[in-house]
């Protein structure tokens, strides 16, 4: 069975500073793992997907995230935010023994202060 | 070159109504999903559907719930006698193949809300 844990529900951060969204992960093989993005009253928008090549993923909008397998984690991050970054983010895994189907974390929902 | 496609956008019913909701998937896909997101909630898989087959529903509620995928036209998830747990939006996706590293692309989901 598949899972997936977004250590926060909210996180607050100023325009200009840091994010750090975290995500860890279950799977029972190897997996393929995405950071999905969802504004308000829209769908979801793929930022970046690891599928076992580099472990480093560069994604749009300058985020990337780093594969860790010994900690079974997925974090996403982006040196400095921008207003238009407010949105609910989702990671997701998905493996073959799954069918392929996603399992979504619960969300982090970003605020960006001015 | 149009995403997916879901329609309607927004949809009310009553109790006990039905509603029918739509899904085009992207030029070239085949494969569509549907997902269901609670208010304050992730993401939650229903079902998997190639055309005219049903390859994995086991997310779907057991009763009242159904959906298909024929050879010509759009993926329909269907929802009998509905009740105010129905209300939700409801994501459809698509992949051009089943290879775990292609990512699903979603369409703008329906905003079901039971009166």
């Known amino acids: 069975a598949q899972s997936v844990t977004q250590l926060d529900s909210h996180v607050s951060v100023s325009e200009g500073t840091p994010v750090l969204l975290r995500c860890n992960y279950s799977?029972?093989?190897?997996?393929?793992l995405f950071w999905y993005v969802q504004h308000p009253n829209k769908g979801l928008q793929l930022l970046l997907k690891?599928?076992?090549?580099?472990?480093l993923v560069k994604g749009i909008n300058g985020f990337e995230a780093e594969f860790k397998k010994s900690e079974t984690s997925f974090h996403l991050t982006k040196p400095s935010a921008h207003m238009s970054d407010a949105a609910e983010y989702f990671c997701v895994v998905s493996d073959r023994a799954a069918g392929n189907k996603l399992t979504f974390g619960g969300g982090t929902r970003v605020l960006v202060k001015p | 070159n149009a995403g997916v496609m879901q329609n309607p956008r927004h949809l009310v019913r009553r109790r006990g109504q039905e509603a029918r909701l739509r899904c085009s998937p992207m030029?070239?896909?085949?494969?569509v999903y549907w997902y269901r997101q609670l208010p304050e909630e992730g993401l939650k898989f229903m079902v998997y559907l190639q055309k005219e087959n049903i390859i994995d529903e086991s997310g779907m509620p057991k009763e009242r719930f159904s959906a298909e995928f024929p050879k010509e036209g759009p993926s329909i998830l269907r929802i009998q006698q509905v009740v105010r747990g129905d209300s939700a939006a409801y994501f459809c996706?698509?992949?051009?193949?089943?290879?775990?590293?292609?990512?699903?692309?979603f369409g703008d989901g329906t905003r079901l809300s039971i009166l």
């Open positions: 799977s029972s093989y190897s997996p393929s």
């Open positions: 690891y599928t076992s090549a580099a472990t």
């Open positions: 996706a698509s992949s051009p193949d089943r290879q775990d590293n292609q990512p699903q692309h």
């Open positions: 030029k070239g896909h085949s494969h």
